[in-house]
T-cell receptor, first 115, second 113 residues
Framework: GAGVSQTPSNKVTEKGKYVELRCDPISGHTALYWYRQSLGQGPEFLIYFQGTGAADDSGLPNDRFFAVRPEGSVSTLKIQRTERGDSAVYLC?????????????FGPGTRLTVL | AQSVTQLGSHVSVSEGALVLLRCNYSSSVPPYLFWYVQYPNQGLQLLLK??????LVKGINGFEAEFKKSETSFHLTKPSAHMSDAAEYFC???????????FGQGTILTVHP
């Protein structure tokens, strides 16, 4: 079956530009997570959706970052006025219901490079 | 706050040798613990998870991990390394109310012929 997909796989942008990163979770999964993985580091939590609502956005680094999931499936992570420090791999994961024991299935990530 | 520490950013073993990747967590309440593997240009894949049913957890590809509360550890082992085990491994801890994960910084495993 189809796993979690993310587009684009690579994104190169210039400092100050706006970018959107897309995540298609596994069909039927109500929980969706965004993580950011900087070079040499483990993934860091950004935001968690349960259905259409952001249940926890405590990991978003500042107000330049925003994410939506309007129909409870596809999610878009939006970054305004990008900075060089935003360069990282952005990972999306989904799980069946967001429970403590639910396995999170990860997408391959979007590598964002801000020049 | 929850934290996970992986000791050793790089581990190198010979093919056929024991693999030991170390993970320690900080928490007053045993969390849900996971090990994920990341192959080059692929997403993270779950190797195994601890959910308090048994302290020794067996995962895929011959890996296992033992939860030791007294040491707050969840080290990953495999008796005999294979070349295909070369990858980056992440230890993660779950939250207290939903599946938000906190990851360690990762350990790159190199397997020499």
């Amino acid at each position: 079956g189809a796993g979690v997909s993310q587009t684009p796989s690579n994104k190169v942008t210039e400092k100050g530009k706006y970018v959107e990163l897309r995540c298609d979770p596994i069909s039927g999964h109500t929980a969706l997570y965004w993580y950011r993985q900087s070079l040499g580091q483990g993934p860091e939590f950004l935001i968690y959706f349960q259905g259409t609502g952001a249940a926890d956005d405590s990991g978003l680094p500042n107000d330049r970052f925003f994410a939506v999931r309007p129909e409870g499936s596809v999610s878009t992570l939006k970054i305004q006025r990008t900075e060089r420090g935003d360069s990282a791999v952005y990972l999306c994961a989904s799980s069946y219901a967001g429970g403590l024991q639910d396995e999170q299935f990860f997408g391959p990530g979007t590598r964002l490079t801000v020049l | 706050a929850q934290s996970v520490t992986q000791l050793g950013s790089h581990v190198s073993v010979s093919e056929g040798a024991l693999v030991l990747l170390r993970c320690n967590y900080s928490s007053s309440v045993p969390p849900y613990l996971f090990w994920y593997v990341q192959y080059p240009n692929q997403g993270l894949q779950l190797l195994l998870k601890y959910t308090s049913a048994a302290t020794l957890v067996k995962g895929i590809n011959g890996f296992e991990a033992e939860f030791k509360k007294s040491e707050t550890s969840f080290h990953l082992t495999k008796p005999s390394a294979h070349m295909s085990d070369a990858a980056e491994y992440f230890c993660g801890a779950g939250g207290t109310s939903y599946g938000k994960l906190t990851f360690g910084q990762g350990t790159i495993l190199t397997v020499h012929p």
